[in-house]
């Protein structure tokens, strides 16, 4: 079965620190599909990034980097240079197939300090 | 194009009513589901449905009915709620994520639902 786990429940950093949230990941499928998504404190959820699992480059988007690791089952989420604005919480998923229901880890709340 | 709208946004309700939350989507994605979410453990998935007339239950779908009659509409009716019904719910839709390879699944702004 799949299964996400976020072990870090709450980090705090002061702002310009640079901060790394976890992720690791459990599935049997060969074909899977993994997320990040933001929820501020508004509560909406908003989607940070997908990467298959036939995608093992890892990704930078201005101060968000991923790094996708399958010989450690891991996806995790480095903020570099982190903002106040960047407070949220974060969530990691995993998708086992195209149609198959997205699981949830329990979530990171990231708390930057001015 | 508004994306997934989710009614009401807040919600009381006393123990032993009924209620349906709704949830509509205009991008015509075939897949649909229900989350809930509660204090440090995540969004759970209640229902889902792969289209019309298709739907099958998630982790959690005890207490809550579903159906799916047109690909736009997936309420969720909960026919005697509970205190432990307390929760923020998230209707959310996607496509066949083979379909794009930078596809994903689109969250409604959640529902906060309060059961006394």
């Known amino acids: 079965a799949q299964k996400v786990t976020q072990a870090q429940t709450e980090i705090s950093v002061v702002e310009k620190e640079d901060v790394t949230l976890d992720c690791v990941y459990e599935t049997r499928d060969t074909t899977y599909y993994l997320f990040w998504y933001k929820q501020p404190p508004s509560g909406e959820l908003v989607f940070l990034i997908r990467r298959n699992s036939f995608d093992e480059q890892n990704e930078i988007s201005g101060r968000y980097s991923w790094n996708f690791q399958k010989s450690t089952s891991s996806f995790n989420f480095t903020i570099t240079a982190s903002q106040v604005v960047d407070s949220a919480v974060y969530f990691c998923?995993?998708?086992?197939?195209?149609?198959?229901?997205?699981?949830f880890g329990a979530g990171t709340r990231l708390t930057v300090k001015p | 194009n508004a994306g997934v709208t989710q009614t009401p946004k807040f919600q009381v309700l006393k123990t032993g009513q009924s209620m349906t939350l709704q949830c509509a989507q205009d991008m015509n994605h075939e897949y649909m589901s229900w989350y809930r979410q509660d204090p440090g453990m995540g969004l759970r998935l209640i229902h889902y449905?792969?289209?019309?007339?298709?739907?099958d239950q998630g982790e959690v779908p005890n207490g809550y009915n579903v159906s799916r009659s047109t690909t736009e509409d997936f309420p969720l009716r909960l026919l005697s709620a509970a205190p432990s019904q307390t929760s923020v719910y998230f209707c959310?839709?996607?496509?066949?994520?083979?379909?794009?390879?930078?596809?994903?699944?689109?969250f409604g702004p959640g529902t906060r639902l309060t059961v006394l």
């Open positions: 998923a995993l998708s086992e197939a195209p149609w198959g229901d997205m699981r």
């Open positions: 959310a839709s996607r496509r066949d994520l083979t379909t794009g390879l930078t596809d994903t699944q689109y």
């Open positions: 449905s792969v289209g019309a007339g298709i739907t």
